[in-house]
Nanobody
């Protein structure tokens, strides 16, 4: 069983930076790929970024490439999403997700077994 708790969301102006974090419980963290997804009001949940269990491999959706960076610390069981040059379109609830015992990163929601409760990120224009 894995429990995920996100933190670090908030309200910022366009162009600002924000870092959201996810703390994971469970012994299999280092062998589990992690992902960040987001869901805006009235829209489906969408992939943002993912990272392999080792942290070597990462993937991003096109709209955040060059602006967002995903990273993980397996010693602390945490995964972070550094978001720079934020835009109003980045406004959403951001969710952390884990693939139980699978190191390969993935981009589809149904590839992930565990989800956090989400943290709100609001970017004003």
């Amino acid at each position: 069983q894995v429990q995920l708790v996100e933190s670090g969301g908030g309200l910022v102006q366009a162009g600002a930076s924000l870092r959201v974090s996810c703390a994971a419980s469970g012994r299999t963290f280092s062998s589990s790929a992690m992902g960040w997804f987001r869901q805006a009001p009235g829209k489906e949940r969408e992939f943002v970024a993912s990272i392999s269990g080792s942290g070597v491999s990462t993937s991003y959706t096109d709209s955040v490439k060059g602006r967002f960076t995903i990273s993980r610390d397996n010693a602390k069981n945490t995964v972070d999403l550094q978001m720079n040059s934020l835009k109003p379109d980045d406004t959403a609830v951001y969710y952390c997700a884990a693939r139980a015992g699978i190191r390969a990163a993935a981009v589809r929601t149904y590839d992930y077994d565990y989800w956090g409760q989400g943290t709100q990120v609001t970017v004003s224009s």
